[in-house]
Nanobody
Framework: QVQLVESGGGLVQPGGSLRLSCSAS?????????AGWYRQAPGKQRELIAA???????NYADSVKGRFTISRDNAKNTVYLEMNSLKPEDTAVYYC????????????????WGQGTQVTVSS
């Protein structure tokens, strides 16, 4: 069973930056797996904020466009989320999601989820 492990979360001041990492226990990102980052704030539904295909085509939710960047390093079997100009409303648990199907990733029905990493934006 593939495991996804997120890291890099923490407490940051508004306007600050963080980089999240999602590492897989098997080499899925070096073959043909799509990936996405979701987040879930308290009392809200989990939402897709960024997705990346095997050829590194990316897509973003309007709420993070221009501030967040998703990328992948297939050799390291890792997907990243670079987050800049962070706002208090970015506070949430951030999850990595992966599947062979982009449709499955963007619908949240794919095969693999990470356990989540907390990001808190506060002064």
């Amino acid at each position: 069973q593939v495991q996804l492990v997120e890291s890099g979360g923490g407490l940051v001041q508004p306007g600050g930056s963080l980089r999240l990492s999602c590492s897989a226990s098997e080499s899925i990102f070096s073959i043909n797996y799509m990936a996405g980052w979701y987040r879930q704030a308290p009392g809200k539904q989990r939402e897709l904020i960024a997705a990346i295909t095997t050829d590194s085509t990316t897509n973003y939710a309007d709420s993070v466009k221009g501030r967040f960047t998703i990328s992948r390093d297939n050799a390291k079997n890792t997907v990243y989320l670079e987050m800049n100009s962070l706002k208090p409303e970015d506070t949430a648990v951030y999850y990595c999601h992966a599947d062979r199907s982009l449709l499955s990733v963007v619908s949240g029905t794919g095969a693999y989820w990470g356990q989540g990493t907390q990001v808190t934006v506060s002064s």
